[in-house]
T-cell receptor
Framework: SQQGEEDPQALSIQEGENATMNCSYKTSINNLQWYRQNSGRGLVHLILIRSNEREKHSGRLRVTLDTSKKSSSLLITASRAADTASYFC???????????FGKGTKLSVIP | EPEVTQTPSHQVTQMGQEVILRCVPISNHLYFYWYRQILGQKVEFLVSFYNNEISEKSEIFDDQFSVERPDGSNFTLKIRSTKLEDSAMYFCASSNTRQEEPGYTFGSGTRLTVV
């Protein structure tokens, strides 16, 4: 399976700093997605990057994908206390309907 | 903004009982999914549903599980005889495409506790 594994497991930063989370996976993918989950809530889609893309931006989010290293990173710039949540990468293979999620990075942004 | 709605938000059931978890996907979406998240663990894929049939399922989705779209709006997950290890948060999701933005829209989940 396309297993996403994030690191670090937990990250604590001051408001205004940038937060970088990394994700590694094992097999070839069609796309990689990042989701956010507030405690006890559902998953919110943040951004999708296709396997033929290397970088994508959306607001304060920047995602990179390196298929040769089977890794991705999510950068949140100028973090806010409201960004406190768990962040998951999820991979999808060609011809597959399922997303394979990693364990997530728990981000705490201290005001 | 359109939402995926799940009911109930919490369900407590006795081991061996049947439970039905309900979901109302976004109305113009074509693909429907169930995922689960055992406390402290990864979100795991259970099943996908397209064109009124299961399109893909995981090893977790055994004969105890079934899905149905009974009336064109609801999407249900039934667990026939619950086990303690079925205790988890169950998420329904829907999407308009399979591999493109805007990704999947997830519901807020049903927390199932089997006692």
């Amino acid at each position: 399976s396309q297993q996403g594994e994030e690191d670090p497991q937990a990250l604590s930063i001051q408001e205004g700093e940038n937060a970088t989370m990394n994700c590694s996976y094992k097999t070839s993918i069609n796309n990689l997605q990042w989701y956010r989950q507030n405690s006890g809530r559902g998953l919110v889609h943040l951004i999708l990057i296709r396997s033929n893309e290397r970088e994508k931006h959306s607001g304060r989010l920047r995602v990179t994908l390196d298929t040769s290293k089977k890794s991705s990173s999510l950068l949140i710039t100028a973090s806010r206390a409201a960004d406190t949540a768990s962040y998951f990468c999820a991979t999808s293979g060609a011809g597959s309907y399922q997303l394979t999620f990693g364990k997530g990075t728990k981000l705490s942004v201290i005001p | 903004e359109p939402e995926v709605t799940q009911t109930p938000s919490h369900q407590v059931t006795q081991m061996g009982q049947e439970v039905i978890l309900r979901c109302v996907p976004i109305s113009n979406h074509l693909y429907f999914y169930w995922y689960r998240q055992i406390l402290g663990q990864k979100v795991e894929f259970l099943v996908s549903f397209y064109n009124n049939e299961i399109s893909e399922k995981s090893e977790i989705f055994d004969d105890q599980f079934s899905v149905e779209r009974p009336d064109g709006s609801n999407f249900t997950l039934k667990i026939r005889s619950t086990k303690l290890e079925d205790s988890a948060m169950y998420f329904c999701a829907s999407s308009n495409t399979r591999q493109e933005e805007p990704g999947y829209t997830f519901g807020s989940g049903t927390r199932l506790t089997v006692v």
